[in-house]
T-cell receptor
Framework: DVKVTQSSRYLVKRTGEKVFLECVQD?????MFWYRQDPGLGLRLIYF???????EKGDIPEGYSVSREKKERFSLILESASTNQTSMYLC??????????????FGPGTRLLVL | LAKTTQPISMDSYEGQEVNITCSHNNIATNDYITWYQQFPSQGPRFIIQ???TKVTNEVASLFIPADRKSSTLSLPRVSLSDTAVYYC??????????FGAGTTVTVRA
């Protein structure tokens, strides 16, 4: 089974801190994604990466950056955390294959509280 | 991106069939329809994917009419453990898929 792991399930940070959220997948997938999920808003895409050192902005990239130095690892960085970044953060990996077998595999999520 | 519309919530009872319809009027020719399920405090999980007509797997069935402007996810004989949020996504082969608010399905005993 594909496994996507995230470094923390729960995290509490203070406003202005630099925050690193780590995501690792074990299936050699090329594509990885970072989402945030807020009540009533569903999942919103922050950044995604199609390959090592490659990144593209999603729908809400402001206040975030990402790093993909190795294929299996995709990091989300909050340069200066703010209270409006309190949210559930979900990482996913995805491999483009023949239709009928495509799926995103999600990690368990990191619930971040910024005080 | 094709915009999708699905009900905010649905209630059901154990043993019943639950049908969730998703509207996607501006679906493109190369778009596929994918459904995910999400339990509380977990990431979404793939359920089923289709392009046209009917697709069935061990979890659900997906019905897609000829015009493809809507689709219906059918969950047969639901149990309490099927209580979750269900997302309808529409997109092409290698496109990043955006999740809306989904449909919260509550199954009662």
């Amino acid at each position: 089974d594909v496994k996507v792991t995230q470094s923390s399930r729960y995290l509490v940070k203070r406003t202005g801190e630099k925050v690193f959220l780590e995501c690792v997948q074990d299936m050699d997938h090329e594509n990885m994604f970072w989402y945030r999920q807020d009540p009533g808003l569903g999942l919103r895409l922050i950044y995604f990466s199609y390959d090592v050192k490659m990144k593209e902005k999603g729908d809400i990239p402001e206040g975030y950056s990402v790093s993909r130095e190795k294929k299996e690892r995709f990091s989300l960085i909050l340069e200066s955390a703010s209270t409006n970044q309190t949210s559930m953060y979900l990482c996913a990996s995805f491999e483009t294959r023949d239709r009928g077998e495509e799926t995103q595999y999600f990690g368990p999520g990191t619930r971040l509280l910024v005080l | 991106l094709a915009k999708t519309t699905q009900p905010i919530s649905m209630d059901s009872y154990e043993g019943q069939e639950v049908n969730i319809t998703c509207s996607h009027n501006n679906i493109a020719t190369n778009d596929y329809i994918t459904w995910y399920q999400q339990f509380p405090s977990q990431g979404p999980r793939f359920i089923i994917q289709g392009y046209k007509t009917k697709v069935t797997n061990e979890v659900a069935s997906l019905f897609i009419p000829a015009d493809r402007k809507s689709s219906t996810l059918s969950l047969p004989r639901v149990s309490l453990s099927d209580t979750a949020v269900y997302y309808c996504l529409v997109g092409p082969n290698d496109y990043k898929l955006s999740f809306g608010a989904g449909t919260t399905v509550t199954v009662r005993a």
